[in-house]
């Protein structure tokens, strides 16, 4: 079944430590989003990756890291440098007809 | 940079009842897509239009993208309780030189009363 695997779906923090995302697609899309999404609000774009090897960062990026060592996998870190990480994180792909497909999302909430 | 502004940011309505929410680009546009988000999901692609004063139609949704290409709008006649949740749009802007920037709108939130 083709698609965008988020995990973990829920995760909790402790303040000072890092936690990393998973998004893993079999949908081979070079194209590769994170965004952060609060509570009633739009998206906001952290990191992209056109390709493999290859990312920018978007308006958000501080206190996030991204990798992109595989073109299936594009994890992110929430580093101890992102003050007010608790939100729900959503990956997604581009399509080249500029489509974009969401992953189902992950709820992190720092305790 | 592009910015993409839609209003109403909350929209209640009667069932029955037609919605509307609006897209504005500071910028020409190439594409414009429009998403929906369900309360605790994930945005779900919708619809994608390219032309000058495109008008496409699903079922009781009908999205229009303006003649300058700056502007959207989607319209849901007669509400339903299905039609719940968040309206995205996307604006965006490809150039020659291959640089591709897709930008979202803040979202309308669509509630529905039964």
């Known amino acids: 079944d083709g698609g965008i695997t988020q995990s973990p779906k829920y995760l909790f923090r402790k303040e000072g430590q890092n936690v990393t995302l998973s998004c893993e697609q079999n949908l081979n899309h070079d194209a590769m989003y994170w965004y952060r999404q609060d509570p009633g609000q739009g998206l906001r774009l952290i990191y992209y990756?056109?390709?493999?090897?290859?990312?920018q960062k978007g308006d958000i990026a501080e206190g996030y890291s991204v990798s992109r060592e595989k073109k299936e996998s594009f994890p992110l870190t929430v580093t101890s440098a992102q003050k007010n990480p608790t939100a729900f994180y959503l990956c997604a792909t581009r399509t080249e007809g500029n489509t974009i497909y969401f992953g189902e999302g992950s709820w992190l909430t720092v305790v | 940079g592009q910015q993409v502004m839609q209003i109403p940011q909350y929209q209640h309505v009667q069932e029955g009842e037609d919605f509307t929410t609006y897209c504005n680009s500071s910028t020409t546009l190439s594409n414009i897509q429009w998403y929906k988000q369900r309360p605790g999901g994930h945005p779900v692609f919708l619809i994608q239009?390219?032309?000058?004063?495109e008008v496409k139609k699903q079922k009781r949704l009908t999205f229009q993208f303006g003649e300058a290409k700056k502007n959207s709008s989607l319209h849901i006649t007669a509400t339903q309780t299905t039609d719940v949740g968040t309206y995205f749009c996307a604006g965006i802007l490809r150039s020659g030189a291959g640089s591709y920037q897709l930008t979202f709108g803040k979202g309308t939130k669509l509630s529905v009363i039964p």
């Open positions: 990756s056109q390709i493999v090897n290859d990312f």
């Open positions: 239009l390219v032309k000058s004063g």
